[in-house]
């Protein structure tokens, strides 16, 4: 597509309840990132695709996070039994190969909220 | 690891010169990228500096001094439409494989 792409754009679901959140990336790029962005905060970093694999799952706040891309292509972004602390915008992020001078390209994220 | 520090707030006056300030700490630097983002909206690219000195882009730069471990972006002839967050990120050597962003600046511009 022509840009990133995630969905839904906003979520609201109740505590301990799972959510996915889906990410399609520009067409093309092998490298694929999810960040997260607390109210009023800087980007954290969770997780990085090259292809299907994750070589640095570093971020993932913990077992409750788990995400996984297929086809080289789209990925989900899986929280199970939210928390109200997990309420914060999931950004996804893709670039061509993900060497070390490229950008990051953007979607508009995700607002989740946990009530 | 690395630390990345960027004033929380600033404000401007529309038609003037505005500089925000980086500074990190990396074990290995790896580049460092200036990201706009105005509220509700996806961070977008502005700017990338490997190596030391200025880079001009139209009413944006940006200067590095890798020695100093320090970054600024520079926006002249402010518009109201700068009003929005500035993101500091930084590729560092050991995790080449991701951005780590500060926490970004927000520019209010006023008449």
């Known amino acids: 597509g022509a840009g990133v792409s995630q969905s839904p754009s906003n979520k609201v679901t109740e505590k301990g309840k799972d959510v996915e959140l889906r990410c399609d990336p520009i067409s093309g790029h092998t490298a694929l990132y999810w960040y997260r962005q607390r109210l009023g905060q800087g980007l954290e970093f969770l997780i990085y695709?090259?292809?299907?694999?994750?070589?640095?799952k570093s971020g993932l706040p913990s077992d409750r996070f788990s995400a996984e891309r297929t086809g080289e292509s789209v990925s989900t972004l899986t929280i199970q039994r939210t928390q109200q602390e997990d309420s914060a915008v999931y950004l996804c992020?893709?670039?061509?190969?993900?060497?070390?001078?490229?950008?990051?390209?953007f979607g508009s994220g995700t607002q989740l909220s946990v009530l | 690891g690395q630390n990345i520090d960027q004033p929380t707030e600033m404000t401007a006056t529309e038609g003037a010169i505005v500089q925000i300030n980086c500074t990190y700490q990396t074990s290995g630097f790896n580049g460092l990228f200036w990201y706009q983002q105005h509220a509700g909206e996806a961070p977008t690219f502005l700017s990338y500096?490997?190596?030391?000195g200025l880079e001009e882009k139209g009413r944006f730069s940006s200067f590095l001094s890798r020695s100093k471990g320090y970054s600024y972006l520079l926006l002249k002839e402010l518009q109201m439409k700068d009003s929005a967050s500035y993101l500091c990120?930084?590729?560092?050597?050991?995790?080449?494989?991701?951005?780590?962003f500060g926490t970004g600046t927000r520019l209010q511009v006023t008449l």
């Open positions: 695709f090259q292809g299907n694999s994750a070589p640095d």
């Open positions: 990120a930084v590729r560092d050597t050991g995790t080449a494989s991701k951005l780590t």
């Open positions: 992020a893709s670039s061509l190969t993900g060497g070390v001078h490229e950008k990051l390209f």
């Open positions: 500096n490997v190596l030391d």
